[in-house]
């Protein structure tokens, strides 16, 4: 079975530090990885997905890599802004399920 | 991709109740899958509905506790029988969204007292 660890488990920046989330796996036959992003209470809103294939996908000032030889996948933030405040998870899909960590809680001081 | 409305958004049960929770998909998909997520906790699959046939529950989940109906290829329901208050979680459903990959509900907060 997939286990994923995500380190660290909580994390507290001020405002504009760039920061990295990190991601591990056991299980390296993976289709792709997803990050989501869950604020409290709520459900999860997908950031980025990053095919077996691929070594890293960027969406504004997210950027996540993959390394799947290793099981290692990394989501940088920059200029990290209060909005970005909340719990982020790394999903990595062999076939039909994922598996989720228990995710990074990320807060963002002003 | 898809985008997924369920409801309701969050509940205050009395234990021994039943809540069914559903989600409605704006597009067909053949597979949706139903989650748990206990407090503190990530999230863990409980089954994967298929429409027109039987759910496929994870081990830990049974039918008899989390019953599953798949109408059609847009509509599923999740059912928390006989609850207690183990079961306070967040439940979410969610299909997979194309090349954006995986989309998920808002989810259903549920508490049970």
């Known amino acids: 079975k997939q286990e994923v660890t995500q380190i660290p488990a909580a994390l507290s920046v001020p405002e504009g530090e760039n920061l990295v989330l990190n991601c591990s796996f056991t299980d390296s036959a993976i289709y792709n990885l997803q990050w989501f992003r869950q604020d409290p209470g709520k459900g999860l809103t997908s950031l980025l997905l990053?095919?077996?294939?691929?070594r890293e996908q960027t969406s504004g000032r997210l950027n996540a890599s993959l390394d799947k030889s290793s099981g290692r996948s990394t989501l940088y933030i920059a200029a990290s802004q209060p909005g970005d405040s909340a719990t982020y998870l790394c999903a990595p899909n062999t076939g039909n399920q994922f598996y989720f960590g228990t995710g990074t809680s990320l807060t963002v001081i002003p | 991709s898809a985008v997924i409305s369920q409801k309701p958004s969050r509940d205050i049960c009395q234990r021994g109740t039943s809540l069914t929770i559903q989600c409605q998909v704006d597009s067909q998909v053949t597979m949706m899958f139903w989650y748990r997520q206990q407090p503190g906790q990530s999230l863990t699959l409980i089954a994967t509905a298929n429409q027109g046939s039987e759910a496929t529950y994870e081990s830990g989940f049974v039918i008899d506790k989390f019953p599953i109906s798949r109408p059609n290829l847009t509509f599923s329901t999740l059912t928390v029988s006989n609850m207690s208050p183990e079961d306070s979680s967040i439940y979410l459903c969610?299909?997979?969204?194309?090349?954006?990959?995986?989309?998920f509900g808002s989810g259903t907060r549920l508490t049970v007292v």
């Open positions: 990053i095919q077996s294939s691929q």
């Open positions: 969610s299909v997979v969204g194309g090349v954006d990959g995986y989309t």
